[in-house]
T-cell receptor
Framework: AQKITQTQPGMFVQEKEAVTLDCTYD???????LFWYKQPSSGEMIFLIY??????QNATEGRYSLNFQKARKSANLVISASQLGDSAMYFCAMRGFQGGSEKLVFGKGTKLTVNP | EAQVTQNPRYLITVTGKKLTVTCSQNMNHEYMSWYRQDPGLGLRQIYY???????DKGDVPEGYKVSRKEKRNFPLILESPSPNQTSLYFCASSSTGGWSPLHFGNGTRLTVT
């Protein structure tokens, strides 16, 4: 079964510093996609970054990068130069097919607080 | 503007009173899905649809129905809501080429008393 584990319920970081949010996954499928979403206190889900299982290079989108270590089954999100507006819940998710059905599984999230 | 529109944003209802949460997307996406978000549990998939007239159960389908008669619309129906369906609900859509990211609606906060 597909599974996403986010082991950090909460994280704190000082403004302008970098922070890494952990995500490990479990799947037996060779093809899958890994995603990170941000959910601010207003509640909407914002797509941040994506990594395909066959992508050779780590994905980057502005201040976000995804540290993809396939052998370790980890897909950590790195936020550089944290800003106060980065305070939010962050969800790691995996999308793939299992038994002919599409599966999209989310982790339980990490609450990031950026301190001034 | 490309978007997924859910309505209503907030809904308070009583046990047993049928309700429908609408979801519409204007991006011509084949894939649409519904999730519920509960504290400490993250998001869990209720139903999804790969295309018109094709729907499949997610991880928590009990107590819910969906239909996909048109590509742009994917309503979520609670025939007889119960208090354990009090939750934050999200509709999402994506294209089906590769592992495309989901575009989410703004959510519907449902309270069943």
């Amino acid at each position: 079964a597909q599974k996403i584990t986010q082991t950090q319920p909460g994280m704190f970081v000082q403004e302008k510093e970098a922070v890494t949010l952990d995500c490990t996954y479990d799947t037996s499928d060779p093809s899958y996609g890994l995603f990170w979403y941000k959910q601010p206190s207003s509640g909407e889900m914002i797509f941040l970054i994506y990594q395909g299982s066959y992508d050779q290079q780590n994905a980057t989108e502005g201040r976000y990068s995804l540290n993809f270590q396939k052998a370790r089954k980890s897909a950590n999100l790195v936020i550089s130069a944290s800003q106060l507006g980065d305070s939010a819940m962050y969800f790691c998710a995996m999308r793939g097919f299992q038994g002919g059905s599409e599966k999209l599984v989310f982790g339980k999230g990490t609450k990031l607080t950026v301190n001034p | 503007e490309a978007q997924v529109t859910q309505n209503p944003r907030y809904l308070i209802t009583v046990t047993g009173k049928k309700l429908t949460v609408t979801c519409s997307q204007n991006m011509n996406h084949e894939y649409m899905s519904w999730y519920r978000q509960d504290p400490g549990l993250g998001l869990r998939q209720i139903y999804y649809s790969m295309n018109v007239e094709v729907t499949d159960k997610g991880d928590v389908p009990e107590g819910y129905k969906v239909s996909r008669k048109e590509k742009r619309n994917f309503p979520l129906i609670l025939e007889s809501p119960s208090p354990n369906q009090t939750s934050l609900y999200f509709c999402a859509s994506s294209s089906t080429g590769g592992w495309s990211p989901l575009h989410f609606g703004n959510g519907t906060r449902l309270t069943v008393t």
